[in-house]
């Protein structure tokens, strides 16, 4: 280690504590909430919110508790990462309205239809789904669809899979009627995986050693690979199962009571946020993606795949979520839409956040120095944080004053630095014109990379739930100025 090196790691250092000592009191651990809380495990026995297993979710279960804890039991919320609706429905479910925000089309189109079912009329539609799980007409011999594959989907499934798949499409083509063709095809999203020989894991798909694809050192055995129509059926009568139990559920607990409105914004919150009325929304509940090379484009291929978006939409895509994989380049146009004013307070809250800074330095230099296992590194945490901050500055404006913003989010390490996204964030939100009132940690945090753990020790890094308020008073567009 130079010199350099041992400087910046002290001015790091330095400043790391500062922050603690600046949020130190409001970071506390809260035994309310564990990892099946603020993962998607809780929503497993959940109706509605099981059909479709999104890894990168939170429960149902901690969205009723964050709206239970700060009463924001009327008016309307906001997602900004709405994935595929957790905060929205559970809302809806409390009878408060959401906006959600979502750029990856096959989270999308599982909101959509989800609010399709949401709104059916139960029993006819759970009807009509069961007539057609009962005909198995797609194993008569008919018609196929090809599975449009992309390069990285081809093989994903068992010979006989493909096949039942191909006319299990090609008769929900058939469907004359919009709403049960896509809850039908919805259907086939919630079973991809485990129909496949692939398993989500974060960066990329893994392979099972069954698919004949070559598969790294150690072969990968995911367990059991369902067969197509076992899988089918089980989903579609899980679906027509729910949504029945539901109205029957609904009715005998709360009568009458009114189901929050749910509207979904399809597309990049960097280019919609800016486009919402000032002072509109009562709380954000949210999950961005995480600072940690996860590639949404890659893990959901065959989801992507199967909704007929090909290769170069998909790259396209990766660029235009939040940066959070190497691959990720600066967004030319990022804040396009923002007003100018914010923009510029919004980039001088990212570029004079200190502990960022200083993070950034040492990863520049480390891979300036060839140290980097992955020199997109920087790149990817810089944009991570400029990006967050203009979607932080949007939000501020959007908020009523007093209301909250509620993030959930990972700390992360690179280079055996731990970046606490947490504490970093908290104060760009002050900057944006927000107080904090709590950092709520989990218990027991979580570790790192087993490559990064060899070299640079284990220690806790944080899994966190912020909640900040939005001051009484802000100014807009000047805020930062007075900060
Ligand atoms: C951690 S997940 C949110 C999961 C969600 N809380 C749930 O429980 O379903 C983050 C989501 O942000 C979405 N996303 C990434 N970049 C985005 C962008 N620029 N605009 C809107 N959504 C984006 C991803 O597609 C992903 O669904």
Redesign the pocket.
């Known amino acids: 280690m130079t010199s350099d090196h041992t400087k910046i790691l002290e001015e790091i250092k330095a400043a790391d504590d500062r922050l603690h000592a600046k949020f130190g009191e409001k970071l506390r651990v809260n035994y309310d909430l564990d990892r099946t809380l603020v993962s998607?495990q809780a929503n497993k026995t959940k109706n509605g919110h099981r059909w479709y297993k999104?890894k990168?979710?939170?429960s149902s279960d901690l969205v009723r508790y964050v709206i239970r804890r700060f009463a924001l039991d009327s008016g309307r919320i906001l997602?900004?990462?709405?994935?595929?609706?957790?905060?929205l429905f559970t809302a809806s479910e409390l009878g408060v309205d959401s906006v959600g925000?979502?750029?990856?089309p096959s989270?999308a189109e599982i909101i959509e239809v989800r609010q399709i079912l949401r709104m059916a009329e139960a029993s006819q539609m759970a009807e009509r789904i069961r007539r057609f799980r009962e005909s198995l007409i797609w194993q008569r011999p008919g018609e196929s669809k090809n599975f449009p594959h992309i390069r990285i989907t081809r093989g994903a499934f068992p010979l006989q899979t493909e096949v039942e798949l191909g006319r299990y499409l090609y008769e929900v083509e058939r469907v004359n009627e919009e709403s049960l063709r896509r809850i039908l095809f919805f259907a086939t999203l919630c079973i991809l995986e485990d129909v496949s020989y692939t398993r989500k894991d974060g960066q990329y798909l893994r392979w099972d050693y069954r698919s004949g694809r070559r598969v790294g050192k150690k072969p990968f055995h995911k367990g059991t690979i369902k067969s197509f129509t076992p899988a089918i059926c089980a989903k579609l009568d899980q679906i027509a199962g729910d949504i029945y139990g539901d109205q029957l559920r609904f009715a005998d607990l709360f009568g009458e009571q009114r189901s929050g409105e749910v509207q979904l914004l399809k597309?990049?919150?960097?280019d919609i946020l800016p486009t919402l009325e000032n002072e509109s929304f009562d709380g954000i509940i949210?999950?961005?993606?995480y600072c940690n090379r996860y590639d949404?484009t890659r893990t959901y291929a065959l989801e992507l795949a199967m909704m007929g978006i090909g290769e170069e939409e998909i790259r396209a895509l990766r660029q235009?979520?939040?940066s959070c994989t190497v691959e990720n380049r600066e967004k030319a146009d990022l804040g396009k839409k923002t007003d100018l004013v914010r923009l510029s307070n919004s980039t001088k809250a990212f570029e004079s956040q200190e502990l960022l800074g200083l993070i950034l330095k040492y990863l520049d230099l480390c891979r300036n120095e060839g140290l980097l296992n992955n020199n997109g590194i920087p790149r990817m945490v810089r944009n991570y944080f400029k990006e967050l901050t203009v979607v932080i500055f949007e939000c501020a404006r959007l908020l009523k004053p007093g209301a909250r913003f509620v993030m959930v989010n990972d700390n992360v390490r690179y280079q055996g630095i731990h970046i606490p996204v947490d504490l970093i964030l908290s104060e760009i939100a002050q900057r944006a014109g927000f107080d904090t009132q709590v950092i709520w940690a989990l218990p027991i945090g979580k570790g790192n990379s087993s490559q990064q753990m060899r070299i640079h020790g284990r220690e806790e890094l944080r899994k966190c739930v912020y909640v900040w308020s939005r001051q009484k008073e802000t100014n807009h567009a000047a805020k930062s100025e007075t900060c």
């Open positions: 998607f999104y990168e979710g939170f997602d900004p990462f709405a994935g595929c609706g957790a905060a925000i979502e750029l990856l989270s597309g990049s919150c960097l949210t999950s961005p993606p949404y235009a979520m939040l």
